[in-house]
């Protein structure tokens, strides 16, 4: 039974669309979070939402919008894709704050043709 | 200067070695010291977390933070194939954010 679950696991498109990430935990936990990993394996928050407030919004695009329906849950739009986007996209999720453990997804990866 | 340095290697040491990772970092601030292992296509799990200075053992791992050179380690003994992976060092002053090393490869020969 998966805890941290992301979908699709791989999204290839085009530059210039618009594409979303679905991001699930069945941990019971408050916080979760979307980082970015660059193809040098450098892992780099983007935002962390705590019962669907978000807490942590780091120089990202306006072009990437999270979306927490609810705390199990937490969603990335991301509008007119560009060719630096390409990288995997990490959802995580935590019992409340960073101290406790953090539980990644498998990731998924983007390319962007 | 990223936050937190951390050498990417990679790494290649014979099955029963000991492997020995290293981070530092430059903001005095953090408090909360993570490591974590990230297998090929995988997202990163927690294998070893410590408050502060001083050292951890797990088994086969030990964490050690020394804060006042701002530099963490991971040792594993006696290594496994089943240890070749990426190990990321994390840490965090005391908030939600982590900071993340760029990952060292390990390769573990049988």
């Known amino acids: 039974d998966t805890a941290v679950s992301q979908t699709p696991k791989y999204l290839v498109t085009q530059m210039g669309n618009d594409k979303s990430i679905k991001c699930e935990q069945n941990?019971?936990?408050?916080?979760m979070y979307w980082y970015k990993q660059d193809s040098k394996k450098f892992l780099k928050i983007m935002f962390s939402?705590?019962?669907?407030?978000?807490?942590i919004n780091e120089t990202v695009p306006n072009r990437f919008s999270p979306k927490s329906p609810d705390k199990a849950h937490l969603n990335l739009h991301i509008n007119s894709l560009e060719l630096g986007d390409s990288a995997v996209y990490f959802c995580?999720?935590?019992?409340?704050?960073?101290?406790?453990?953090?539980?990644f997804g498998d990731g998924t990866r983007l390319s962007i043709l | 200067q990223k936050e937190v340095e951390q050498d990417p290697g990679p790494l290649s040491v014979p099955e029963g070695a000991i492997v020995s990772l290293n981070c530092t970092y430059s903001?005095?601030?953090?408090?909360?010291f993570m490591w974590y292992r990230q297998y090929s296509r995988k997202g990163p799990e927690l294998l070893m977390y410590?408050?502060?200075?001083g050292n951890k053992e797990d088994g086969r791992f030990t964490a050690q933070v020394d804060k006042s050179s701002k530099y963490i380690s991971l040792f594993i003994r006696d290594s496994q194939p089943s240890d070749s992976a990426t190990y990321l060092c994390?840490?965090?002053?005391?908030?939600?954010?982590?900071?993340f090393g760029a990952g060292t490869t390990v390769t573990v020969r049988a």
């Open positions: 410590t408050y502060s200075s």
């Open positions: 939402y705590n019962n669907k407030e978000l807490i």
């Open positions: 994390a840490m965090s002053e005391n908030d939600y954010k982590l900071s």
């Open positions: 941990l019971g936990h408050d916080t």
């Open positions: 903001n005095s601030a953090f408090q909360y």
């Open positions: 995580a999720s935590s019992q409340d704050r960073v101290v406790q453990p953090q539980h």
